[in-house]
């Protein structure tokens, strides 16, 4: 079975800093994709990055960035320079190969603080 | 260009009631998902359609059931509600070409079930 591991429930943050959240993830898969979903309060989930897993170098979309470890079925979230509007529920997501879904992590809840 | 649509926002039914909700996915998408929000399950999948066919299912009762038109709008129904089924329904949309999910999901706000 595809798991997805959160390991944080909750963060706290100064606005400007940097903080990583955590996934690990189980699988047998070798062609698979891996997520991070940010849900703001009351508002759709949208996607922030993605990453291929046959690809080794790790996704950056401007102040996000992912250290995928494959070895490790780690694929962490690095947020730089957080912002007040970074405060949200940021999901780990995982699919493979065949499988029209996506197996998402508990969530972590992410609070930027001024 | 107009995002998911879901409806209604929030509802309220008893228990033995039935429901539907309906998705209105970005137009020229023709994958609409179905999932499950609740604070204690997280987010699970219910199902997905393509072009009017279910192409896979959770691991739901069959009191959960869905459709898609050939619009791509599609509905979901439970039947014989529980308080269980209290949760956030989120409708995802996408192309959806490809047997697999290898990109963006774009995501409805969601239909809000309470069940009393």
């Known amino acids: 079975a595809q798991t997805v591991t959160q390991s944080q429930p909750e963060m706290s943050v100064q606005e400007a800093e940097t903080v990583t959240l955590s996934c690990t993830y189980d699988t047998s898969e070798n062609n698979y994709y891996l997520f991070w979903y940010k849900q703001p309060p009351s508002r759709q989930m949208i996607l922030v990055i993605r990453?291929?897993?046959?690809?080794?170098q790790n996704a950056t979309e401007n102040r996000f960035s992912v250290n995928f470890q494959k070895a490790a079925k780690s694929f962490s979230l690095k947020i730089s320079d957080s912002q007040l509007g970074d405060t949200a529920m940021y999901f780990c997501a995982f699919s493979w190969q065949g499988a029209q879904k996506l197996v998402f992590g508990q969530g972590t809840r992410l609070t930027i603080n001024p | 260009k107009a995002g998911v649509t879901q409806t209604p926002r929030y509802l309220i039914k008893t228990r033995g009631q039935q429901v539907t909700l309906s998705c209105s996915p970005i137009?020229?998408?023709?994958?609409v998902s179905w999932y499950q929000q609740t604070p204690g399950q997280g987010l699970q999948f219910l199902f997905e359609?393509?072009?009017?066919?279910?192409?896979n299912k959770g691991n739901f009762p069959g009191r959960f059931s869905g459709r898609q038109f050939s619009n791509s709008r599609s509905e979901m129904n439970v039947s014989t509600l529980e308080l269980g089924d209290s949760a956030l329904y989120l409708c995802?949309?996408?192309?959806?070409?490809?047997?697999?999910?290898?990109?963006?999901?774009?995501f409805g706000e969601g239909s809000r079930l309470t069940v009393l």
């Open positions: 359609y393509f072009s009017e066919t279910q192409r």
């Open positions: 990453q291929e897993a046959y690809k080794q």
């Open positions: 995802a949309s996408s192309q959806g070409r490809t047997s697999t999910v290898t990109g963006e999901l774009f």
């Open positions: 137009s020229g998408h023709r994958s």
